[in-house]
Nanobody, 121 residues
Framework: QVQLVESGGGSVRPGGSLRLSCEAS????????MAWFRQAPGEGRETVVP????????VYADSVKGRFTISRDNAKSTLYLQMNKLTPEDTAVYYC??????????????WGEGTQVAASS
């Protein structure tokens, strides 16, 4: 079972930026499509953006399009999410995982702890 560790979250003012990282414990990470997910307080988990195993084919949720950028470094078994122009609506716990379908929330591996992102004035 691959272990996932998310990091890089924090509290910022609206308009601020953060860069999230997700490190996988196994180099088979490079064989899998991955995605960033988030779960806001009192809400279900939603897909933010998936990316193919080769680093191509990112498809962003409308709510983050033009502000967030996903990338991956398969040599480091690490997934990234650059988040710019954060708004209070982006406040959530962010997770990474390997989804069975691009915008599905059923995943191949167990969920990690996630990393908290908060944007408030």
């Amino acid at each position: 079972q691959v272990q996932l560790v998310e990091s890089g979250g924090g509290s910022v003012r609206p308009g601020g930026s953060l860069r999230l990282s997700c490190e996988a414990s196994d180099r088979t990470f490079g064989n899998y499509h991955m995605a960033w997910f988030r779960q806001a307080p009192g809400e279900g988990r939603e897909t933010v953006v998936p990316i193919r195993a080769n680093g191509e084919g990112a498809v962003y949720a409308d709510s983050v399009k033009g502000r967030f950028t996903i990338s991956r470094d398969n040599a480091k078994s690490t997934l990234y999410l650059q988040m710019n122009k954060l708004t209070p609506e982006d406040t959530a716990v962010y997770y990474c995982n390997a989804p069975y379908a691009s915008f599905g929330t059923q995943t191949i591996w167990a969920w990690g702890e996630g990393t908290q992102v908060a944007a408030s004035s």
